[in-house]
């Protein structure tokens, strides 16, 4: 028999630690790509640190990132494979940004959240970009937001935007390319540099 006061059964410390290794624990990664096509001004601007930056977050199989389109009320957040180049992009490094405890429907339901968020037709390449996104989706899931330095070109631009032309900021008309839609699968989204590169009169990639 069990001493008086006392049940019989594990320790307190012994359920504790098996409580705690049930608990999931899921990397949250940031993938970072280069809209700069290759060069020695790419690599300039890279080492300077004020590079035209594209992030997104990867969580299992699946990378998160937020772009811009005209068709209202459609999320703007869609999902490739990791480390899927973007139109034009150049992919540059992986950084291990954390961890989140959260099960699986509890992620689910704040990339959800954030989708309902970030729509294509409030992208803005100064102020409300993919990078933003990917900070709000790290803060959502770590409670720590991303480096500041993935947007600093974005902030530059809003110091100084007599060099941004008004109508790169806008969002652009939906193009087809790589990558689901989170609302209904639909393929319809753009990216930073395609942006630049209609409005300036160049080719898409």
Known sequence: MAPHGRRAGRKPSETSHRTTLSLQKTEVLINVYDLLPPGKLSSTFWMLGCSL????????????AFGGHDRKGLTGVYWTRPKTEPPGGTFRCEILHG????????????????????????????????????SHLCYDLTSQTAPSWLNRAASI??????VV?????????????????????????????AIMLRNAGGSRT
């Open 53 to 64: 930056l594209h992030s997104a977050v990867v969580i299992k199989d699946k990378e998160y």
């Open 165 to 193: 032309p008004q109508e790169w900021v806008a969002p652009p008309d939906a193009d087809t390319a790589d990558g689901e839609l989170l609302d209904d699968g639909d393929e319809h989204r753009d990216d930073e540099r």
């Open 99 to 134: 961890f989140t405890m959260r099960s699986e429907e509890e992620i689910e339901a704040i990339i959800k959240q954030a989708s309902e968020k970030f729509l294509g037709t409030s992208y803005n390449l100064l102020t409300f970009n993919c990078n933003h996104f990917t």
């Open 157 to 162: 631009g809003l110091a100084l935007p007599c």
